[in-house]
C-alpha cells in the first residue's frame, strides 16, 4: 500500500476550484470554539471471534439427578444468543434448558476457527465478555439479544430541541419521545456477518433471525443511495469505526435515507420517526463538528431535497458549508490529522469534502436557487481513488486537482479516478455560473464554456467514455460526471437557441421556467441542447435500476424532457419517432424514481400536462386540412398514429401503480 504523510512532500500551492490561486475572505464570524473532534492513537484491532458452534448428539453434556454438585460444573463450549445477552450460564443443549423454560428461541452462532474441546486447568468461562466489547442491553430480560450494546434514550435525552445556533426553530416535542425504540439506537450487528469482511457466514440450516426495521434501513442505504454518494465509510468499516467513537448522527440519517426506498416495509409514522431522530441527533448541541457530521447532514439534505422539501434542504445546506468551513474540511491535513492512521478512514474524509463540494454544485444547478458557495473556496484536497479501491480498502497514492488540470502538458500519464472526473464536471458548472447573465448568442463567454464542456468530452480516456467499467457494470460516478455535463449544456445554450419553451412553461417542478422565442432556423445552440437532451434520454437505457443514481437525475431528466416537448409542440417535424421513444423514456424514468422521490412524481405530473396540452393543439392542426398542404398520405397518417400511440403510452405509465 502506498502511502504518506502529506508533510513530507513539497507544498503546493492552494487552488481553488475555479483554478485561481488565492485566499478568499472569512466567511465566518471568528470564535473561540474548537472543533470537539479528538484523534485517537489506534493499536492492533481486535477482531471479534463467534464462539463455537453448539455441539451435535453426539456431543451434548449429560446431566443426571445423582450427579454432585459440589462438583465443578462442566465447560460448554457455546452458550445460545438469549443466555449470553442476558450473562446467564448455558448448559450448551440445544435448545438449552432455559430457553426451553421459557420457550424462547434458542440459537447459537458458528466459530470460524472450529471446537476444540475444553480447556484443561481453567474454570475461566469462554464466552466471557471480552472488556472491549460494547455494554450489555439497557434492556433487560426483554432486550432483543440481537441488540449487543443498543441504549435507550431517556426522555430527558429525547426532548433536547434542535440547535438554535445553526437556524432551525425549536419544533414541538417530538413523535419519537412515544417510540424510545428508536431513540439512541447504535449500530445494529449482526451476529451472522463477518465483522471484517462483512460477508455472511454460513453454518447447518439453523433460521436466522429477521432483521429489525432500522437494519433493513442501514442496508437499503447502502444497497441504494450509497453508490450515488459514496463518502460514507464502507459498511464492514463503518461497523469497526462505530465502536470507537459516536457516529449515531450518520447512522441515524442512513436509517431514515434508506426507509424511503422500502416503500412497502416502513410505515409513514415510522419514517417520520426515523427523521425526527436523525435531526435530532445532527443539532443536538452536544453533536461533535466533524467530517462525520458533515456526511450525515448531506444524506440529510439530499433527501429533503429529493421528497420537495427543498426549503429545509437548502437551511441544512448552508448549516453543512458553514460547519465544513469552520472544521478546515477543504484542507489538505485534514484527512491525516483527523483519519487516525487509517487509510480507508482518511479517504473517506477526502470524499466527504467532494461530495458536499459536488452536491452543493448540483443543487445551484438544477434549482438555481443557489450561487454554489463552495466553489470559491481554495481547496487543495485529495482527489478520491477508484470505487474499487475504495471498498477493498487498498488505497493508492493520491493525486491532486493540479495534477488533473496539467496531466495534458506534463507529459505523465496518469489515471484519474471516475470520481475525479465527477469533480471536474461539476467544476465547469461553477465556472459557468460565475459568467455574467449573456445577452446575445455570440456572446465570446458562452464559447469558452462550451470549449471547456467539449474538452472535458474530448478528454476522456477510452475507459471513461461510457458509464460502464471493464466488468461492463455501471459506472455511478461516470454516469453522474456525463449526466452533470449534459445538464450544462442545456443550461448555456438554451436561452440562445431558437426552440421556443413556451409549450412547457408549466414544468417547473425543479427550477423556475426560462422564456426562449422560436427562430426561422435551429442555430448551432438549438442543436446543442437537443443532442444533449438526446443524450440524457438514452442514459435510462442502461441496464440497473433507476431508483439506484442520484435522486439530482430527476431534475436531469426534467431538462430533457423540455427540450424534447418544445421541440415536439413544433407544428410538424420530420423523421420524429426517435423523439417519441425519448420523451417515452423519460417518463417512464420519472415513473420509476417517483416510487422513492416525491420530486420526481411532481415532476412526471407537469410533463404530462404538458404532453396532454401539446397533443391537443397538434390535434386541433391535424384536424385542419389546409395546413397538411405538401405532405404525402403517408406522412399525414404517420404522424397522426404517432401522436395517439405517445398519448396512449404516457397515460399508462403515470396511471398510479404502474
Given at each position: 500500500m502506498d502511502r504518506y504523510p502529506p508533510e513530507s512532500a513539497p507544498p503546493r500551492a492552494a487552488v481553488s476550484s475555479s483554478g485561481a490561486v488565492f485566499n478568499p475572505p472569512s466567511l465566518l464570524p471568528e470564535t473561540s470554539t474548537t472543533s470537539a473532534t479528538t484523534t485517537t492513537t489506534t493499536t492492533s484491532a481486535e477482531t471479534f471471534h463467534p464462539p463455537p458452534p453448539p455441539p451435535n448428539a453426539s456431543m451434548s453434556v449429560a446431566s443426571t439427578p445423582t450427579t454432585d454438585s459440589r462438583a465443578p460444573a462442566a465447560t460448554v463450549p457455546a452458550a445460545c444468543l438469549a443466555c449470553r445477552s442476558k450473562h446467564l450460564k448455558c448448559d450448551g443443549l440445544n435448545p438449552c434448558t432455559r430457553c426451553k423454560a421459557s420457550d424462547s428461541l434458542c440459537q447459537y452462532i458458528a466459530s470460524r476457527r472450529g471446537y476444540?474441546?475444553?480447556?484443561?486447568?481453567?474454570?475461566?468461562?469462554?464466552?466471557?465478555?471480552?472488556?472491549?466489547?460494547?455494554?450489555?442491553?439497557?434492556?433487560?430480560?426483554?432486550?432483543?439479544?440481537?441488540?449487543?450494546?443498543?441504549?435507550?434514550?431517556?426522555?430527558?435525552?429525547?426532548?433536547?430541541?434542535?440547535?438554535?445556533?445553526?437556524?432551525?426553530?425549536?419544533?414541538?416535542?417530538?413523535?419519537?419521545?412515544?417510540?424510545?425504540?428508536?431513540?439512541?439506537?447504535?449500530?445494529?450487528?449482526?451476529?451472522?456477518?463477518?465483522?471484517?469482511?462483512?460477508?455472511?457466514?454460513?453454518?447447518?440450516?439453523?433460521?436466522?433471525?429477521?432483521?429489525?426495521?432500522?437494519?433493513?434501513?442501514?442496508?437499503?442505504?447502502?444497497?441504494?443511495?450509497?453508490?450515488?454518494?459514496?463518502?460514507?465509510?464502507?459498511?464492514?468499516?463503518?461497523?469497526?469505526?462505530?465502536?470507537?467513537?459516536?457516529?449515531?448522527?450518520?447512522?441515524?440519517?442512513?436509517?431514515?435515507?434508506?426507509?424511503?426506498?422500502?416503500?412497502?416495509?416502513?410505515?409513514?409514522?415510522?419514517?417520520?420517526?426515523?427523521?425526527?431522530?436523525?435531526?435530532?441527533?445532527?443539532?443536538?448541541?452536544d453533536a461533535s463538528k466533524d467530517a462525520f457530521l458533515v456526511q450525515a447532514m448531506v444524506v440529510l439534505l439530499i433527501g429533503l431535497d429529493g421528497s420537495c422539501d427543498n426549503d429545509k434542504a437548502r437551511d441544512l445546506l448552508s448549516d453543512v458549508e458553514r460547519i465544513a468551513i469552520e472544521i478546515g474540511l477543504y484542507q489538505r491535513a485534514y484527512a491525516t490529522n483527523h483519519g487516525q492512521g487509517d487509510p480507508v478512514v482518511e479517504e473517506s474524509l477526502r470524499r466527504t469534502w467532494w461530495d458536499l463540494f459536488i452536491v452543493d454544485g448540483m443543487v445551484a444547478g438544477v434549482h438555481r436557487q443557489t450561487n454554489f458557495l463552495l466553489f470559491d473556496i481554495v481547496a487543495d484536497v485529495a482527489l478520491p481513488c477508484e470505487e474499487h479501491e475504495y471498498l477493498s480498502g487498498f488505497i493508492p497514492r493520491p493525486m491532486y486537482l493540479e495534477d488533473f488540470d496539467d496531466q495534458l502538458f506534463s507529459g505523465e500519464e496518469r489515471e484519474f479516478s471516475s470520481f475525479a472526473y465527477r469533480v471536474a464536471s461539476i467544476r465547469n458548472l461553477g465556472r459557468m455560473m460565475r459568467l455574467p447573465e449573456s445577452v446575445f448568442p455570440g456572446d465570446e463567454n458562452v464559447d469558452r464554456i462550451e470549449m471547456?464542456?467539449?474538452?472535458?468530452?474530448?478528454?476522456?480516456?477510452?475507459?471513461?467514455?461510457?458509464?460502464?467499467?471493464?466488468?461492463?457494470?455501471?459506472?455511478?460516478?461516470?454516469?453522474?460526471?456525463?449526466?452533470?455535463?449534459?445538464?450544462?449544456?442545456?443550461?448555456?445554450?438554451?436561452?440562445?437557441?431558437?426552440?421556443?419553451?413556451?409549450?412547457?412553461?408549466?414544468?417547473?417542478?425543479?427550477?423556475?421556467?426560462?422564456?426562449?422565442?422560436?427562430?426561422?432556423?435551429?442555430?448551432?445552440?438549438?442543436?446543442?441542447?437537443?443532442?444533449?437532451?438526446?443524450?440524457?434520454?438514452?442514459?435510462?437505457?442502461?441496464?440497473?435500476?433507476?431508483?439506484?443514481?442520484?435522486?439530482?437525475?430527476?431534475?436531469?431528466?426534467?431538462?430533457?424532457?423540455?427540450?424534447?416537448?418544445?421541440?415536439?409542440?413544433?407544428?410538424?417535424?420530420?423523421?420524429?419517432?426517435?423523439?417519441?421513444?425519448?420523451?417515452?423514456?423519460?417518463?417512464?424514468?420519472?415513473?420509476?424514481?417517483?416510487?422513492?422521490?416525491?420530486?420526481?412524481?411532481?415532476?412526471?405530473?407537469?410533463?404530462?400536462?404538458?404532453?396532454?396540452?401539446?397533443?391537443?393543439?397538434?390535434?386541433?392542426?391535424?384536424?385542419?386540412?389546409?395546413?397538411?398542404?405538401?405532405?404525402?398520405q403517408e406522412e399525414i397518417v404517420s404522424s397522426i398514429a404517432s401522436d395517439e400511440s405517445i398519448m396512449s403510452d404516457i397515460n399508462t405509465m403515470l396511471q398510479p401503480g404502474s
Open positions: 476444540k474441546g475444553p480447556r484443561r486447568n481453567t474454570a475461566q468461562n469462554p464466552n466471557k465478555r471480552h472488556a472491549s466489547d460494547s455494554p450489555p442491553s439497557a434492556g433487560g430480560d426483554n432486550s432483543c439479544p440481537m441488540l449487543l450494546g443498543a441504549t435507550v434514550a431517556t426522555p430527558a435525552q429525547t426532548m433536547t430541541a434542535y440547535n438554535a445556533v445553526l437556524g432551525l426553530p425549536e419544533p414541538p416535542v417530538s413523535p419519537f419521545v412515544a417510540t424510545p425504540g428508536f431513540s439512541g439506537l447504535q449500530l445494529y450487528r449482526n451476529p451472522y456477518l463477518d465483522p471484517v469482511s462483512g460477508a455472511l457466514i454460513e453454518f447447518d440450516n439453523r433460521p436466522r433471525p429477521p432483521q429489525t426495521v432500522p437494519e433493513r434501513c442501514v442496508d437499503s442505504f447502502y444497497h441504494h443511495f450509497f453508490p450515488g454518494h459514496p463518502c460514507a465509510l464502507p459498511k464492514p468499516h463503518l461497523l469497526r469505526v462505530a465502536k470507537e467513537r459516536n457516529l449515531e448522527p450518520l447512522l441515524a440519517a442512513m436509517r431514515w435515507t434508506g426507509s424511503l426506498y422500502l416503500v412497502n416495509e416502513v410505515s409513514g409514522p415510522t419514517r417520520a420517526t426515523l427523521f425526527d431522530e436523525a435531526m435530532r441527533l445532527v443539532y443536538a448541541p471547456l464542456l467539449s474538452n472535458w468530452r474530448m478528454h476522456l480516456p477510452d475507459s471513461k467514455r461510457d458509464c460502464l467499467n471493464k466488468d461492463g457494470q455501471l459506472d455511478e460516478m461516470m454516469f453522474q460526471a456525463h449526466m452533470i455535463n449534459h445538464a450544462c449544456t442545456i443550461i448555456l445554450h438554451q436561452p440562445h437557441s431558437q426552440l421556443d419553451s413556451s409549450p412547457a412553461r408549466d414544468v417547473t417542478a425543479c427550477a423556475p421556467h426560462q422564456m426562449v422565442k422560436s427562430g426561422d432556423n435551429f442555430n448551432t445552440h438549438t442543436k446543442h441542447i437537443i443532442t444533449a437532451a438526446c443524450a440524457i434520454s438514452k442514459m435510462v437505457t442502461y441496464a440497473v435500476p433507476i431508483t439506484c443514481h442520484t435522486h439530482f437525475f430527476t431534475c436531469v431528466l426534467t431538462l430533457s424532457s423540455i427540450v424534447h416537448l418544445s421541440k415536439w409542440a413544433l407544428y410538424f417535424v420530420q423523421n420524429d419517432e426517435d423523439l417519441r421513444q425519448q420523451i417515452r423514456l423519460n417518463i417512464g424514468a420519472l415513473n420509476k424514481l417517483s416510487s422513492v422521490w416525491k420530486a420526481a412524481g411532481r415532476a412526471s405530473g407537469q410533463v404530462k400536462g404538458v404532453a396532454q396540452e401539446i397533443y391537443r393543439a397538434k390535434k386541433a392542426q391535424q384536424d385542419n386540412a389546409s395546413l397538411w398542404v405538401g405532405y404525402t
